[in-house]
């Protein structure tokens, strides 16, 4: 007979999954709820209709953020993928310090890096001996400096990821492509990339989720472009959390359990068949 | 005969200040299983990635044909390297490895599939094209990189250890393997490996390195019988090893006076001075063990001392005795065991035995540096 026995593992797996998911659920279920108030009255999609046919602003918000992350994600993913592999398999002076640099920003509090790239975009310069030095670019906040912002903060991300992916194999299938009569291109295209690929492509998600959620960085570069969580952020602000909220948070789950299943599937395919 | 001749002369190459190569010539005939024998270190690697060109030599060239291909790229040279760890793409099956080559240079698909699968038949493999690596065993993936490697037919294979990661059984399987496949494509093949027994089973002929530098070349036989300098000579195999001075020649006999141990004979068809020292070598499975005074009939040419057994070690096929000659002076010897050739009881511990060979079977080496 097998006797039931506090199990710890057990015990924190079932407490972590409560306090992840349970506040998702309630959502949910609050975005399907006939009151604007929290108590549940009675099912009723008044919050959905809302949010299609008079939310305009959101709505912008949404698509500005949507758009901010794909090529914010992009661009850092191919930069962040090339520089990894750059400073993987090419030895060069100060190495070590360029591998040290790019952990910083991971652990750079976001308030500073916000501020700094304030700084840069409303074109800093000093005066060094009767000569004005620019450190910065005179750019109007906007889109254009949300974008750079994004991409710059989402680099880091993509380009551990995808050096962890490197580290796993050796130099020697890169020298045996070239010795099968691979150029430097065919050995990036057809070796380098696709081993790469799982690093690419979560650093890639990851940069994705990154963008779409980041509110304090954003907060410091916008001007007047406004970006989902900002927009969330001013309604609250203005007038406490609106059910409307809820019905996109609601859509938007729905939309990343989506992608994450697609992405698994992705990568399980690329494990089995290369 | 297919293969290419290889040409390396006057080699050297230093990371930083350590010299891992220092001058190194080789002359390497077409066709040839070629080895680079020599222990860890000593350079075999650093000279073979200078022929494929994943390293640059610091002075001398290499030329494979006559041509010199130091200015080309690894992927201009007419070599290729089967891999230690075996380098094979995860990303890909077994077939499209193999393919790798011939995909690269857009070769129609049904000429692939035709080139593959015969260089899967050769190695044995054809069940397999559509595993992917990680499910291959060591010596399955060690077939992939061999048949990846010569797909493109070159002119010469580089193998560097490649049986290193195999088991014992399965190493000398797959050398014998190496041997067909030698034999059947004929290409030039060089084999690195720190084991003597390896090189000495398979190669035409062997280069022994140490410390990067190439102590002698020769054939199997050359190196074990006749071996270069001290080292070679307690490389390759196991040796008994004295120094001594020469006291009288008679011809191609010349009678040593041995440190420590006294008169010994040996017949060697080089000259040597009176008065001059040398290394003299003896190998364990010469030397005769017996209790009794052996029968020398008046021949000059046999030594014959005494000594105790200080250790019989029995290692199935033969056995190996430590036999003390004097407080410093310790033979080794080998004996094999059969029924039919024991005339004498067993040999105990502690027991007063005869070690004797003939002036023939001992060797004067010439170097003394190592
Ligand atoms: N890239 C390098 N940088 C510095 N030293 C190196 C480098 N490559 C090799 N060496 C040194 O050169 C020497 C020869 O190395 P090499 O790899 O050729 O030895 P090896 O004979 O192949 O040994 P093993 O049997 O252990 O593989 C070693 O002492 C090694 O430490
Ligand atoms: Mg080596």
């Known amino acids: ?274 | 005969m297919k293969g290419a001749t290889i040409g390396i002369l006057g080699i050297s190459k230093a990371f930083g200040s350590f010299a891992a190569l220092n001058d190194v010539s080789l002359d390497i005939r077409k066709g040839e299983f070629f080895s680079l024998l020599g222990p860890s270190g000593c350079g075999k690697t650093t000279l073979l990635r200078i022929i494929a060109g994943f390293e640059q030599p610091d002075e001398g060239s290499v030329t494979i044909d006559g041509i010199n291909v130091l200015p080309l790229p690894p992927n201009r040279r007419h070599a290729n390297t089967v891999f230690q760890n075996y380098a094979l793409f995860p990303h890909l099956s077994v077939f499209e490895n193999v393919a790798f080559p011939l995909r690269l240079k857009n070769t129609k698909n049904s000429i692939v599939t035709a080139k593959v699968n015969d260089y899967l038949h050769l190695v044995e493999l054809g069940d397999h094209a559509a595993k992917m690596p990680s499910m291959l065993s060591g010596g399955q993936k060690q077939r992939v990189a061999i048949a990846r490697a010569l797909i493109n037919e070159p002119s010469v294979l580089l193998l560097d250890e490649p049986l290193s990661a195999l088991d014992a059984k399965l190493r000398h399987h797959m050398l014998m393997e190496l041997d067909a496949i030698h034999d059947k494509i004929g290409i030039t093949f060089i084999y690195v490996t720190h084991d003597q027994s390896e090189a000495l089973s398979v190669s035409d002929r062997i280069a022994v390195m140490y410390q990067g530098d190439v102590l002698q070349v020769g054939t199997p036989h050359d190196i074990y019988e006749s071996p270069a300098t001290n080292f070679v000579a307690q490389f390759i195999g196991e040796t008994n090893m004295f120094e001594g001075t020469v006291r009288a020649s008679m011809g191609q006999m010349y009678v040593l006076d041995v440190d420590e141990l006294g008169r010994v004979v040996v017949t060697d068809d080089r000259i040597y001075e009176v008065g001059e020292r040398v290394s003299l070598t003896v190998r364990p499975e010469k030397l005769r063990i017996s209790p009794d005074e052996p029968r020398v009939n008046g021949r000059s040419d046999i030594n014959v001392f005494e000594g105790t057994v200080d250790e019989p070690i029995y290692s199935g096929f033969q056995s190996k005795y430590y036999v003390r000659l004097s407080p410093t002076v310790v033979f080794r010897v080998f004996k094999q065991h059969s029924d039919y050739t024991d005339e004498e009881h067993d040999i105990l511990w502690k027991e007063r035995v005869h070690v004797s060979w003939s002036a023939k079977d001992g060797y004067i080496v010439e170097g003394h540096r190592n």
């Open chain 1, 1 to 274: 007979m097998q006797k039931k026995r506090f199990s710890f593992s057990k015990t924190s797996f079932i407490a972590s999954m409560v306090f992840l998911f349970v506040p998702l659920v309630v959502l949910i279920v609050f975005s399907f709820n006939a009151n604007k108030a929290p108590v549940l009255t009675g099912f009723s999609l008044v919050w959905y209709q809302r949010l299609f046919t008079s939310s305009r602003s959101l709505w912008n918000a949404f698509f500005t953020s949507i758009t901010i992350a794909v090529t914010a994600s992009i661009t850092a993913t191919v930069i962040g993928t090339l520089a990894a592999i750059g400073v993987h398999w090419h030895k060069f002076a100060l190495k070590t310090y360029v591998q040290a640099i790019t952990y910083i920003p991971l652990v750079l509090p976001e308030i500073i890096i916000g501020m700094s790239l304030l700084a840069f975009f409303s074109g800093s310069h000093f005066t060094l001996g009767g000569v004005s030095v620019n450190v910065g670019f005179r750019l109007n906040l906007g889109w254009l400096t949300i974008f750079i912002a994004h991409a710059t903060f989402c680099l880091p991300f993509v380009y551990l990821m995808v050096l962890a992916r490197l580290d796993e194999f050796d130099s020697s299938i890169i020298e045996a492509a070239h010795d099968l009569g691979a150029t430097e291109g065919q050995t990036l295209l057809k070796v380098i990339i696709p081993i790469s690929m799982p690093g690419i492509i979560s650093g890639f998600l990851t940069s994705l989720t990154l963008s779409l959620e980041d509110f304090t960085i954003t907060y410091f570069v916008s001007g007047v472009s406004s970006t989902l969580p900002m927009a969330v952020y001013g309604q609250m602000y203005k007038g406490g959390v609106s059910p409307v909220i809820n019905a996109l948070s609601a859509i938007m789950i729905l939309g990343t359990i989506v992608l994450a299943l697609l992405a698994r599937n992705f990568l399980k395919y690329i494990a089995a068949n290369g």
